[in-house]
T-cell receptor, first 115, second 115 residues
Framework: GAVVSQHPSRVICKSGTSVKIECRSLDFQATTMFWYRQFPKQSLMLMATSNEGSKATYEQGVEKDKFLINHASLTLSTLTVTSAHPEDSSFYICSALDRGPGEQFFGPGTRLTVL | AQKVTQAQTEISVVEKEDVTLDCVYE???????LFWYKQPPSGELVFLIR??????QNEISGRYSWNFQKSTSSFNFTITASQVVDSAVYFCALSRFYNNNDMRFGAGTRLTVKP
C-alpha cells in the first residue's frame, strides 16, 4: 500500500514554543490530507482537512490560529502547533488521500509532549 | 451525522480463545465505507479491512472475520484462536462513500490476550 511519513516521530518542547509536524505522501500525490489528534486512551478525532493550494477546513472546536496547517505541495502538509501548552500534548496523526483508489493512508503519528 | 459506537472499552481473553469486537454505526448516507484498524502500542494504525455499504458479504482473512449487517447497522470483527500478538486497540471507523472523506472513528476497544 501507499506510504505516508511523519516527521518528527517524537518531540518534546517547552511551553510557549511552536512545533511543526510534517506529513508526506511518499509514492503518490495527495490533494487532500487529514490531521487527527489522539489523547491517551482515547479515539482519533479529526482536527482539520488540508487541501493543496487552499485553506484548511477545521472541525468545530479546533482553533485555526493555534493549529496552523499548510499544504503547499501535493506531497506535503504541515501542522504547526503555535504557543504550545501542556494540554496540547497528544499523539498527532496525519493521513493522505490517494484519489486513485480513493483510500486514506495513515502516517505513523507524532507524539508531542509540552513541558 | 455520522457516529460509530464501540461499546466494549476493554476485553481480556486467554490465548486461543475466540473474541468478537462489536461495532455499531449511524449514518444518513445510503453509500458509505466501514473500516477496522489495529493500533498496537507503537501507535501506528494498521489497516485491516474496508467494506462498502453495497457489499454485505462476510469476509474471512486468516484468523480474522467480519460480519456486516446493514439491518442492525453493525460491522463486528471476530478473531479466532487469539494470540498474544493480537493485543492492541482496535478501531472501527465510518466514512462517506466518495474518497473516504470525513472519517469518523469509534472509541476503540482495547484487547488484551493473555498467554
Amino acid at each position: 500500500g501507499a506510504v505516508v511519513s511523519q516527521h518528527p516521530s517524537r518531540v518534546i518542547c517547552k511551553s510557549g514554543t511552536s512545533v511543526k509536524i510534517e506529513c508526506r505522501s511518499l509514492d503518490f500525490q495527495a490533494t487532500t490530507m487529514f490531521w487527527y489528534r489522539q489523547f491517551p486512551k482515547q479515539s482519533l478525532m479529526l482536527m482539520a482537512t488540508s487541501n493543496e493550494g487552499s485553506k484548511a477546513t477545521y472541525e468545530q472546536g479546533v482553533e485555526k490560529d493555534k493549529f496552523l496547517i499548510n499544504h503547499a505541495s501535493l506531497t506535503l502538509s504541515t501542522l504547526t502547533v503555535t504557543s504550545a501548552h501542556p494540554e496540547d500534548s497528544s499523539f498527532y496523526i496525519c493521513s493522505a488521500l490517494d484519489r486513485g483508489p480513493g483510500e486514506q493512508f495513515f502516517g505513523p503519528g507524532t507524539r508531542l509532549t509540552v513541558l | 451525522a455520522q457516529k460509530v459506537t464501540q461499546a466494549q472499552t476493554e476485553i481480556s481473553v486467554v490465548e486461543k480463545e475466540d473474541v468478537t469486537l462489536d461495532c455499531v454505526y449511524e449514518t444518513r448516507d445510503t453509500t458509505y465505507y466501514l473500516f477496522w484498524y489495529k493500533q498496537p502500542p507503537s501507535g501506528e494504525l494498521v489497516f485491516l479491512i474496508r467494506r462498502n455499504s453495497f457489499d454485505e458479504q462476510n469476509e474471512i482473512s486468516g484468523r480474522y472475520s467480519w460480519n456486516f449487517q446493514k439491518s442492525t447497522s453493525s460491522f463486528n470483527f471476530t478473531i479466532t484462536a487469539s494470540q498474544v500478538v493480537d493485543s492492541a486497540v482496535y478501531f472501527c471507523a465510518l466514512s462517506r462513500f466518495y474518497n473516504n472523506n470525513d472519517m469518523r472513528f469509534g472509541a476503540g476497544t482495547r484487547l488484551t490476550v493473555k498467554p
